[in-house]
C-alpha cells in the first residue's frame, strides 16, 4: 500500500502524535482548519501517552485551568457518541487523605477553592473514606475529601477518538515521519523540513513532550522542559478488588493509587525525582519503557506497605518506569513562543497531559487561529 504523500502546504502542522498533538488537531479542524496536519516520528501516542495512568482531577490553582480540565471531561464524554470510539471513561471520583493537621488544613482548604470554581468536593470522615476504599490502612488518617466528579480514561483509545474526529474532517495524519528542521525568516515560521520532504506552513504547534527543548531550538526557542523517570508499580489481581475503586491520593506520603486490571496500580510522586536526559532516550523511543529501579522507588513501597497492606500479599506484575516532561515551576507551556512568531508551544505537561489534554488542545488551537487563548491563561503563557 502507498503511503499518502505530504501535502506540500498546511495551514498549521502539529509535531508529536501524543494526546497534546491528537487533541490540538482535533479542535483546529473542529474550528475549521481543513488543512491541518500532524507529523508523528513514530507511531501516534508511543512516547509517553500509551503509559500515562491517565487520572482526570479537575481542581487546579486558578479558575481557568480547572475550567481547561472541566471542559476535558466534558470532550471524554462526548468523543464515544461523536465517533463511535471508546474512550474508556470511567467516573469513579477522587479521595484525598490527610495524615496530620496541616494536610488536612490544605484538603479542605482545595475542598473550599473547588467549590468556589464550582467543582463538587466535599469533606467526609474517615469512616467514610474507609467505606469508598476498603483496602487502605486508615490508622493514621485524620480527614478526607471526596471529589465525585473525577475520573479516569484510556489514553490511547482516548486518542484514537480524537485522530478519528479529527480526521472526519479533513484533518491528515503522517506517522513515521520525523522533523528534521524549522525554517524561519525574519523571526517568523515559514515552513519545515522532514524525513519525507518539506512542508510550507503559517504556523507550528510543538507538541512533542519530553523531545520539546531540543525540537524548540530548531526555531531558536527555548523551551524549559526536562524529563524525569516516573514509577508506578502494577500488581496481579487481587481478590477484594471487585469492580472500579476511586483514585486515592496520599499526599504526605507522596502516593497516588487506583484499581488497575483487577489489581492495584501505585504511583508516585517522590520529594527527589530521578532526571534522565532526552537524548539518552533518544529519538526512536517507541513504545518503550525504562529499566525498572526498585532501589530508588524503595522508600515509596514503604510507603505504600503501609497505606495498603494487601500489597505484602499481592503479586508484583512490574515497576512501570516511563519518562514524563516536567517544568521548573510546575506549569505546563501553552501559547506562541516569545522567539519565534507562528511556533506555539503545547508541551511540558507535568504528567497532567491526559487531564488537561482536551482543554489545553483546544485552547491551543483557538490560540493559532485566533491569536489568543480563549480565557485568561497567563500562568502557562510561554512569553
Known amino acids: 500500500m502507498t503511503e499518502p504523500q505530504l501535502p506540500s502546504h498546511s495551514s498549521v502542522v502539529v509535531i508529536g502524535g501524543g494526546i497534546m498533538g491528537c487533541s490540538t488537531l482535533y479542535h483546529l479542524a473542529k474550528e475549521g482548519v481543513k488543512d491541518a496536519i500532524l507529523l508523528e516520528r513514530n507511531k501516534l501516542t508511543s512516547g509517553t501517552t500509551w503509559h500515562s495512568a491517565a487520572q482526570v482531577r479537575a481542581l487546579r490553582s486558578s479558575q481557568n485551568l480547572t475550567d481547561l480540565i472541566r471542559y476535558s471531561v466534558s470532550l471524554y464524554k462526548s468523543l464515544e457518541e461523536e465517533t463511535g470510539q471508546l474512550t474508556g471513561w470511567i467516573n469513579k471520583g477522587s479521595l484525598s487523605i490527610a495524615t496530620n493537621q496541616e494536610r488536612l488544613t490544605f484538603i479542605k482548604r482545595q475542598e473550599s477553592l473547588a467549590k468556589l470554581f464550582g467543582v463538587k468536593a466535599e469533606s467526609i470522615s474517615v469512616g467514610e473514606a474507609r467505606e469508598r476504599w476498603p483496602l487502605m490502612n486508615t490508622e493514621d488518617v485524620i480527614g478526607a475529601v471526596w471529589s465525585p466528579d473525577d475520573g479516569r480514561v484510556g489514553p490511547s483509545d482516548l486518542c484514537a477518538a480524537l485522530v478519528k474526529g479529527a480526521k472526519s474532517r479533513g484533518a491528515k495524519i503522517f506517522e513515521d515521519t520525523g522533523v528534521t528542521a524549522i525554517l524561519t525568516k525574519d ?3 515559514y515552513g519545515l523540513e522532514t524525513t519525507r520532504g518539506d512542508i510550507k506552513c503559517d504556523a507550528i504547534a510543538l507538541c512533542t513532550g519530553l523531545w520539546s527543548q531540543n525540537n524548540a531550538k530548531l526555531a531558536q526557542v527555548e523551551a524549559p522542559v526536562w524529563a524525569c523517570e516516573h514509577f508506578y508499580l502494577l500488581t496481579e489481581p487481587v481478590d477484594a478488588i471487585q469492580g472500579n475503586l476511586p483514585t486515592l491520593s496520599d499526599h504526605d506520603n507522596h502516593l497516588y493509587c487506583r484499581d488497575e486490571s483487577g489489581g492495584l496500580l501505585v504511583g508516585c510522586f517522590e520529594p527527589f525525582g530521578k532526571a534522565i536526559d532526552p537524548d539518552r532516550i533518544g529519538e526512536n523511543f517507541e513504545f518503550q519503557l525504562l529499566p525498572e529501579d526498585w532501589d530508588h522507588f524503595e522508600p515509596m513501597m514503604m510507603n505504600a506497605l503501609h497505606r495498603l497492606p494487601c500489597l505484602e500479599d499481592a503479586g508484583v506484575k512490574m515497576l512501570l518506569n516511563g519518562p514524563e516532561s516536567f517544568t521548573s515551576d510546575g506549569s505546563f507551556m501553552l501559547g506562541e513562543s ?24 483546544m485552547a491551543l488551537a483557538h490560540c493559532i487561529i485566533h491569536g489568543h487563548t480563549p480565557m485568561d491563561l497567563h500562568e502557562v503563557d510561554p512569553k
Open 187 to 189: 523571526g517568523k515560521i
Open 338 to 361: 516569545a522567539e519565534t512568531k507562528g511556533l506555539f508551544l503545547g508541551c511540558g505537561m507535568n504528567s497532567v497531559g491526559v487531564a488537561t489534554g482536551g482543554g489545553a488542545g
